[in-house]
């Protein structure tokens, strides 16, 4: 079943959208959660069902449950949330493929470095006036400045999962 979304200007619902990080760590035998606040987001649909936008998140919101490890994080070990506070999705295309998949490509910005990622994501509601588009996808972090790793406890990608209403932005 493909969802119909309607043409025009959305806006980010902070408050119906969630971002999530995991990542192992202890030489892969422990996985830790957290969680980003999403702050804004626009984006348009346009005639030919494709899309633009941007989405963007609080880098000093990162959430574990563990406040010393939360702290270490916002650091410039990681997110350097105090000269970065903000991390962005800046949305270059996203096109319908088959049923309710959405090809999205943009450039991605953590600690001021920006670099392409591209994903498969799911659009799993859409009516006139809201829409929700759901997608996961894996992160370098060595790529955005983001290397340190005591010990070697940290490999491999961190995997990033994101579930984003949109309303209708008004006019």
Request: proline fraction near 2%; glycine fraction near 10%; aromatic fraction near 6%.
């Amino acid at each position: 079943m493909t969802v119909a979304v309607e043409t025009g200007l959305w806006q980010l619902d902070p408050t119906a959208s969630t971002v999530a990080v995991r990542h192992k760590t202890f030489w892969g035998l422990v996985t830790v959660k957290g969680t980003l606040a999403a702050t804004g987001g626009r984006g348009e649909v346009r005639p030919d069902g494709s899309a633009t936008g941007t989405v963007t998140l609080d880098a000093a919101s990162v959430d574990t449950g563990h406040a010393k490890r939360d702290k270490h994080l916002r650091s410039a070990d990681f997110f350097d949330a105090d000269n970065h506070p903000e991390i962005t999705f800046a949305v270059r295309g996203a096109d319908r493929l088959d049923g309710d998949t959405v090809r999205v490509t943009g450039q991605l910005t953590v600690r001021g470095i920006s670099r392409p990622v591209s994903f498969t994501a799911r659009l799993t509601a859409a009516d006139a006036e809201a829409l929700t588009v759901e997608a996961e996808f894996t992160v370098d972090r060595d790529k955005f400045g983001m290397g340190w790793n005591q010990l070697g406890m940290m490999r491999g990608l961190t995997t990033v999962t994101a579930a984003l209403r949109f309303t209708r932005a008004g006019a």
